[in-house]
């Protein structure tokens, strides 16, 4: 069992159809058929929507989607029309609200990896192999690899885990044009990513991306290259051969498998509400992780 402690009733705005709640985001439609897109405080955590929210995030998360959007501008369209708040929306929406192109899902998780870690580590450990590319010998947890690589993931619906596929799946899924087209751009994207990150003491583990077509183009959409959709580690202390610190929710995971939240990750019972001191920890940690990319002080 998982999913939501409690799935929060959507807000009702005139205008403004909703079509779906999720981990993190609501998504509505409005009378253009544009897709708005609101980013919650959620946090989610072992396949569960937590019952505690963490102050800032999904304005912290907006942000950072939308610097990312302008640094990889001349690699890739995006989705983001505008970030206006809609006419009598709740107040609280703005700086976490994005206006955004409807577009024709690719129903693929295009994960792009240049370190060995999380599901690419546990694969490795049986085969030496993540997603059918075969690896050399001898790599550890948090390893970085010869060369990034793209090992992309079907898209799980909320409470179900992503799964791992080969290339060759999602050729046959979205032919081998397309499938190409994403395997090219996730890497371009994760190399221009990763260099800009490095600059600034950071190190881009992996990370995943989302594409839809907008007129016969592919064209990334969702957030892109947050704490929640990407690992990002201090490059001074990276150490292969043990987990690696991280910029995400990382307390909250600790927290939750520790004797003091008395949680069975494998049970059926919903997690606890958290302590204000991991929710503190966790939003300062996100904050940082903007302020270090960005060179914007958060506000």
Known sequence: MSGFVEKPEPVRVPGLTHLHTGKVRDLYQNADADLVMVASDRTSAYDWVLPTEIPDKGRVLTQLSLWWFDQLADLTPHHVISTDVPAGAPADWAGRTLVCRSLSMVPVECVARGYLTGSGLVEYQRSRTVCGLALPEGLVNGSELPAPIFTPATKAAVGDHD?????????????????????????????????????????????????????????????????????????????????????????????????????????????????????????????????????????
């Open 163 to 299: 799964e791992n596929v080969s290339y060759e799946e999602v050729a046959r899924q979205v032919g081998a044009e397309t499938a190409a087209q994403l395997r090219q751009l996730t890497l371009a994207i994760y190399g221009r990513a990763r260099d800009i990150a490095r600059e600034r003491g950071l190190i881009l583990a992996d990370t995943k991306f989302e594409f839809g077509f907008s007129e016969g183009r592919l064209t990334l959409a969702d957030e892109v290259l947050t704490p929640d959709s990407s690992r990002f580690w201090p490059a001074d202390q990276w150490q292969p051969g043990r987990a690696q610190p991280s910029f995400d929710k990382q307390f909250v995971r600790d927290w939750l498998t520790s004797p003091a939240a008395a949680w069975d990750r494998t049970g059926e019972q919903p997690p606890p509400a958290l302590p204000q001191d991991i929710v503190d920890r966790t939003r300062a940690k996100y904050i940082e992780a903007y302020e270090r990319l960005t060179g914007h002080t958060w506000s």
